[in-house]
C-alpha cells in the first residue's frame, strides 16, 4: 500500500503558458510547427519522440515510440519496418493516433487520422542519408519477430556488412515512410488547478473547425 500512497501524492501544477483561441493558428499543422518550434528551442531531449498507437482490424490497440521525421503540410512522417508489428497492423487498419508528451512545456498533443505509405523515391531519399550502421540495421533485423538470441542479429549485421562492403546500400522493400493525415489535432495546454487548455481541431468539408474541450 505504501507504494500505492506515494504514487498517489505525486502531482505538479501546471502553470507555464495558456492556449487561448485567439492565439492559434486557424491550420493544426501550421499550429504543430509553431509548437515544434517552442519544443526545438527548449531543453527537450529528442523532441520528436512520439507514442504511435495503432489498431488490429478487430480494435485490439498497440502502441510505441517513433521518431517524427518530417512535417508536410498534408501530415507527419516516421520510418520503421513495413513488416513488424505496427506495419502489420497499419496494412489492417489504417486508423492511427500520434502523441507528443512535451514535459517541459506542460504539453501534450494529440493527432488522429489515417496513414500511408510514402513513395518509394521519398523512403530512398531518407534512406540514403541514414548512417551505414542505420542502414546494415534495416536489412539485419526482422523487426517484432522472435528471434532465439542477439546472436542471430550479430550474424545478420556481419552478413549484410560483408555483403555491401564498399558498395551502395539499397533501401530493402520492407523499410520506409509513412504518412499520418490528421482527421483531428488536439492541443493540451497544462493550466493551474487541473483547469487545462484543450483545443481541438477536425475537419470538415475541408474546413478545420476549432472547439474547446473540458479538461
Ligand atoms: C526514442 C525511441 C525512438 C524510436 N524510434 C523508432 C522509429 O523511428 N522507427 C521504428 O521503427 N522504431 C522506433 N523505435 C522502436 C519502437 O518503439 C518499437 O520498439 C519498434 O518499432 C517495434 O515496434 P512494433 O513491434 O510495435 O512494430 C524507437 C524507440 C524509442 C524508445
Known sequence: MQNVIELASIRKEYRLQ??????????PINQFKKWWQDAMHSQIDEPNAMTLATCTRDGKPSARIVLLKAIK???????????????KQIHDNPFVCLVFFW????????I????????????????????????????????????????????????????????????????GGYILQPNLVEFWQGRP???????QYTIKNKLWHIERLAP
Open 73 to 87: 503540410q498534408n501530415g507527419f512522417v516516421f520510418f520503421t519496418n513495413y513488416n513488424s508489428k505496427k506495419g
Open 18 to 27: 495558456s492556449l487561448l483561441e485567439k492565439d492559434v493558428n486557424a491550420n
Open 112 to 175: 488522429e487520422g489515417t496513414i500511408k505509405k510514402i513513395s518509394k523515391k521519398e523512403s530512398d531519399e531518407y534512406f540514403s542519408k541514414r548512417p551505414v550502421e542505420s542502414r546494415i540495421g534495416a536489412w539485419s533485423s526482422p523487426q517484432s519477430k522472435v528471434i532465439k538470441n542477439r546472436n542471430v542479429l550479430e550474424k545478420e549485421v556481419l552478413f549484410f556488412t560483408k555483403k555491401f562492403q564498399s558498395q551502395h546500400i539499397p533501401r530493402p522493400d520492407n523499410w
Open 193 to 199: 488547478g487541473r483547469l487545462h487548455d484543450r483545443l
Open 103 to 110: 514535459k517541459e512545456l506542460e504539453r501534450q498533443v494529440r
